[in-house]
């Protein structure tokens, strides 16, 4: 099965588990992103807008491409709802065919850096379509403690909880990450963390900042990082 129709088939349930027309709400995004008033930025795998309308609240002129139809039908809907000037088409991370070289001052890619297969092509892509000294703000499941074979254990000698990680060297597909809540979300590729910085410098960005927030739920996620954040810019 396709990213295409995998993300084609949840699209409508995975609207309804993030709050349907409501912006991204990620303080940790909006820090790094910063004052984007009077800029073109990208969205890239924007899903159904969510950090589109984020985008364009702050007084961007937004720009979303999602590889699945559905979720641009979404997308497109909520604006029809409430109306923010955003643009949306449908297009694949790996060429972002139809964008112009240099026509954004930034790109953002919401917790989908992951589920894209050709980590290096999307990179790329994203650094073609920036003006010069651009910048791209991303978030992923943090690679270090999301991998292929993870749990969850109790120390019962004072009831912490403790996070195991195995197979971190396995880099690849796998389904994982969707078997705490049915088919959401519908898999990822593993990477590890240096694998992700490596591509980042031959695509030719530099990486200013990093942010690995504690979660207040799951007890988990306050003892180790669920998410990585990133802001970088080309060289």
Known sequence: MSVESRYDEVAAEYDEWVGGGSPLADPVFAELVGRVDGQEVCSVACGQGRE???LASQGATVTGVDLSE???????????????????????????????????????????????????????SIARILRPGGWF????????FKTPATGDFVDHTNKSVRRVVGRYFAEGYW????????????????RTLSTYVNTLSSAGFVVDQLREPPLDHPPVWQEVPQLLHARCHLA
């Not at 559905?70 to 497109?76: K, Q, S, V």
């Not at 703000?137 to 270090?144: G, S």
């Not at 994982?176 to 088919?183: C, S």
């Open 52 to 54: 589109a309308r984020y």
């Open 70 to 124: 559905n979720f641009i039908t979404l997308a497109r809907r909520h604006e029809e709802a409430e109306p923010l000037g955003i643009s949306y088409q449908q297009g694949d991370a790996h060429t972002l065919e139809g964008l112009a070289d240099e026509s954004f001052d930034g790109v953002v890619c919401f917790m989908a850096l992951m589920d894209i297969p050709d980590l290096d092509a999307a990179l790329r």
């Open 137 to 144: 703000v991303f978030a992923i499941t943090h690679p270090c």
């Open 175 to 190: 389904d994982g990450p969707g078997l705490h809540r049915n088919a959401l979300p519908v898999g990822a590729y593993h």
